[in-house]
Structures are given as structure tokens and as C-alpha cells.
Nanobody, 126 residues
Framework: QVQLVESGGGLVQAGGSLRLSCAAS????????LGWFRQAPGKEREFVAA???????SYADSVKGRFTISRDNQKNALYLQMKGLKPEDGAVYYC????????????????????WGQGNQVTVSP
């Protein structure tokens, strides 16, 4: 069983920055498709960003140009650098891993992921 452990959330003012990290316990981490999702109170969990094993990335329109997803296969780590944060970015953020990724676009869908982190709260004050 692969474990994903997130860190780096917290409280930040609007316009500020945060960096989320996700550490994975897996020998085959470099083959995974990885993603970040978020869930605000009363809303469904939504796609934020994804990165394929090749390094190809994709983003939700709402975060393009402000968020950057990256991975370090040597450290079995996934990151989400968030800049220009807005109050509407406040949510619980989850990292996720797909063991057998096929297509970049599919990483936008929760159903393809095999493993999920525990969630990390990000709060953005006005």
C-alpha cells in the first residue's frame, strides 16, 4: 500500500504564496501520474493540477499562471507552488497518485487515482 503524506498548508493573506509537498512511499513513484485536487466546504473535490511521469503538466483554468506543479522522483515527492492566492483558493488540498497513467487529460478525473493523501488545509484571508 502506497502512503501519501502532505505538508505545507496553512493560513496566508490574499496575494501570498504557499508551497504544498506530498511525500510518497513507493519504489515505482517515477512511473506514476500525480495530481492535486482541492475541496472547499459544501463543494465537490475538484481538479487543480497534474503531472505525468514524463513531466508533462496540466492545470485547471482557475489556477493557470498562478500555480506550478512539480515532482522530484529522486525524493519521491510532489509539490504545488501556489502564488497570487485568492480567498476562493481556500480549501483542503489532496495529492493523489495513479499507478498506471495512460493519458494526460485523464489525470483531471478523480476516478483514475489509486492513492490519496490525507488532505491539507489552505486558508486564504481577504
Amino acid at each position: 500500500q502506497v502512503q501519501l503524506v502532505e505538508s505545507g498548508g496553512g493560513l496566508v493573506q490574499a496575494g501570498g504564496s504557499l508551497r504544498l509537498s506530498c511525500a510518497a512511499s513507493s519504489r515505482t513513484f517515477s512511473n506514476y501520474g500525480l495530481g492535486w485536487f482541492r475541496q472547499a466546504p459544501g463543494k465537490e473535490r475538484e481538479f487543480v493540477a497534474a503531472i505525468m511521469w514524463s513531466g508533462t503538466t496540466s492545470y485547471a483554468d482557475s489556477v493557470k499562471g498562478r500555480f506550478t506543479i512539480s515532482r522530484d522522483n529522486q525524493k519521491n515527492a510532489l509539490y504545488l507552488q501556489m502564488k497570487g492566492l485568492k480567498p476562493e483558493d481556500g480549501a483542503v488540498y489532496y495529492c493523489a497518485a495513479d499507478r498506471e497513467p495512460c493519458y494526460q487529460y485523464a489525470l483531471e478525473y478523480r476516478e483514475v487515482y489509486d492513492y490519496w493523501g490525507q488532505g491539507n488545509q489552505v486558508t486564504v484571508s481577504p
